[in-house]
């Protein structure tokens, strides 16, 4: 098994181990991180974020915030061949399980997608000093991100998931900022 895979199943096993109360409380900070970057952008009218699942950086409490500070916010649709459609979050009663078995929202999909947000909001297990994420390895967000590069890219990670290197390989995206429960980081541009 190469580093990358190592890296990765080493990170998912660790977070096996995180509390409920230590994701409620990384939640909050996550929350108050990820807004100061989203409103230093300004006031965007359109976001896109991520609904946590499992042990994955909690982001239920952020997007309901997004969403009370009056923004649109965009959650993924998984499509096939690494694809993702983005549709408007209506709340959590709007929600179906989409493939993987991941919420998505009922909404009918957005057709202009990541082209008008100024902010997304990506998952991570981890992400290096240089910027680049390491996702769970079946390149939906890559693939999403390479053909929308304007948006800030800001990563939610736990603060051990910041690490030196996650061995990108050459189809691998960077984020901008990442967001850990104690810092946020802006990262080298892209």
């Known amino acids: 098994m190469s580093a990358k895979p190592r890296l990765r199943e080493a990170l ?4 096996t181990h995180l509390s409920a109360d230590a994701m409620v409380a990384a939640e909050r900070r996550l929350c108050a991180g990820a807004l100061a970057v989203v409103r230093e952008v300004g006031t ?31 959650v993924p649709r998984s ?3 690494r ?6 979050y209506e709340g959590r009663d709007r929600l179906v399980l989409g493939r993987f078995d991941i919420p998505e929202s009922s909404a009918p999909v957005a ?6 947000v ?31 590069p304007e948006p800030l890219r800001v990563a939610l990670t736990y603060d051990h998931e910041l690490v030196d290197d996650v061995h990108p390989e050459a189809h ?3 984020v901008d900022v990442v967001v850990t429960p104690e810092r946020t980081l802006s990262l080298p541009p892209r």
Do not use: C
């Open 79 to 81: 499509l096939p061949r």
């Open 12 to 15: 998912l096993e660790r977070r």
């Open 118 to 148: 100024a902010v997304v909001l990506v998952p991570a297990l981890a992400v290096d000093v240089a910027g680049f994420r390491l996702g769970r390895g079946g390149g939906y967000y890559d693939t999403t991100l390479a053909k929308h």
């Open 172 to 174: 691998d995206e960077r």
């Open 111 to 116: 057709p202009d997608g990541l082209g008008t």
């Open 83 to 88: 694809q993702i459609a983005w549709a408007p």
């Open 44 to 74: 965007p009218r359109r976001v896109a974020a991520y609904l946590s699942v499992g042990r994955e950086p909690p982001t239920w409490e952020l997007v309901d915030a997004l969403r009370a500070e009056g923004m649109e916010v965009l």
